[in-house]
T-cell receptor, first 117, second 114 residues
Framework: GNSVTQMEGPVTLSEEAFLTINCTYTATGYPSLFWYVQYPGEGLQLLLK?????DKGSNKGFEATYRKETTSFHLEKGSVQVSDSAVYFCALSDAWDYGGSQGNLIFGKGTKLSVKP | DTEVTQTPKHLVMGMTNKKSLKCEQHMGHRAMYWYKQKAKKPPELMFVYSYEKLSINESVPSRFSPECPNSSLLNLHLHALQPEDSALYLCASSQDRTVSYEQYFGPGTRLTVT
């Protein structure tokens, strides 16, 4: 079945440091890939997405590239801010999963990021 | 506008109470979802509505009863809950569940069962 594995945190960085959160996936079809962010006490917000191999999603300085050869979708940001402190979820959605879960989101376990001033 | 709204924001209920959670979206989306999220965990799918029909019920206890009155509204009726049901309940919507479109989430209802 489909699955997502992401690095478990917590990750603690100083402001302006470089961020990488690793995410790899297993899928039987041609999934779309997403990063969601959840700030304390809030719901999930879509951060970025990629729908096919070699697509790069980007938003608010965050980037991730859909790598089919390594089945990866790592999240990166060149210079993190205190306001980026949150939990980040990698997720996939596969319309062609004949197990009946088409269109559903499969989440990784989440990575908590803390950025110190 | 990519907004999904949920009410109430917080809810405290006793084990004998009946309450309802509400969710609304005006993006014309035809799929709507209920998730349960415990602390430090990813959301767990509970129900999926597609074109106002229940298409997935992920083995959720009958004390949770979903309802989709129209394409913009989704309710979750709660009855005789247990303390372990305390969690953040998230609603989401997507354009169509048969295509891997992104889902948009509401802010959630923080439920405490006493």
């Amino acid at each position: 079945g489909n699955s997502v594995t992401q690095m478990e945190g917590p990750v603690t960085l100083s402001e302006e440091a470089f961020l990488t959160i690793n995410c790899t996936y297993t899928a039987t079809g041609y999934p779309s890939l997403f990063w969601y962010v959840q700030y304390p006490g809030e719901g999930l917000q879509l951060l970025l997405k990629a729908t096919k191999a070699d697509d790069k999603g980007s938003n608010k300085g965050f980037e991730a590239t859909y790598r089919k050869e390594t089945t990866s979708f790592h999240l990166e940001k060149g210079s993190v801010q205190v306001s980026d402190s949150a939990v980040y979820f990698c997720a996939l959605s596969d319309a062609w999963d004949y197990g009946g879960s088409q269109g559903n989101l499969i989440f990784g376990k989440g990575t908590k990021l803390s950025v110190k001033p | 506008d990519t907004e999904v709204t949920q009410t109430p924001k917080h809810l405290v209920m006793g084990m004998t109470n009946k309450k309802s959670l509400k969710c609304e979206q005006h993006m014309g989306h035809r799929a709507m979802y209920w998730y349960k999220q415990k602390a430090k965990k990813p959301p767990e799918l509970m129900f999926v509505y597609s074109y106002e029909k229940l298409s997935i019920n992920e083995s959720v206890p009958s004390r949770f009863s979903p309802e989709c009155p129209n394409s913009s509204l989704l309710n979750l009726h709660l009855h005789a809950l247990q303390p372990e049901d305390s969690a953040l309940y998230l609603c989401a919507s997507s354009q169509d569940r048969t295509v891997s479109y992104e889902q948009y989430f509401g802010p959630g209802t923080r439920l405490t069962v006493t």
